[in-house]
Nanobody, 125 residues
Framework: QVQLVESGGGLVQAGASLRLSCTAS????????MGWFRQAPGKEHEFVAHINRSGGTTSYGDSVKGPFSISRDNAKNTVSLEMNNLKPEDTAVYFCAARPLLIGNYYDQGVYTYWGQGTQVTVSS
């Protein structure tokens, strides 16, 4: 069973950038399609980004298209989320998740089997 650990969160000012990383252990990240979700206080999980096994196809939630970029380094067993021009509304706990099968929709949290514990991102105005 793969374990996922996110890192790179923190407190930044609006307009700043952050790079989140998700490192896998107990499994090979290249086996999975990977996604990032976020959850703001009092809100449900929101789809942020998805990347397929090879890294050749990426998808983004409407609210993060443009400033955010997902990538993966299968050799390092890591998936990253580059976040630019951060806004206060980007404040949330960010989770990475592994999707073993290409069934269902990538923006549906229900198709992901493994989840990290999350990393807090706080953007001040």
């Amino acid at each position: 069973q793969v374990q996922l650990v996110e890192s790179g969160g923190g407190l930044v000012q609006a307009g700043a950038s952050l790079r989140l990383s998700c490192t896998a252990s107990g499994g090979t990240v290249s086996t999975y399609n990977m996604g990032w979700f976020r959850q703001a206080p009092g809100k449900e999980h929101e789809f942020v980004a998805h990347i397929n096994r090879s890294g050749g196809t990426t998808s983004y939630g409407d609210s993060v298209k443009g400033p955010f970029s997902i990538s993966r380094d299968n050799a390092k067993n890591t998936v990253s989320l580059e976040m630019n021009n951060l806004k206060p509304e980007d404040t949330a706990v960010y989770f990475c998740a592994a999707r073993p099968l290409l069934i269902g929709n990538y923006y549906d949290q229900g198709v992901y089997t493994y989840w990290g514990q999350g990393t807090q991102v706080t953007v001040s105005s």
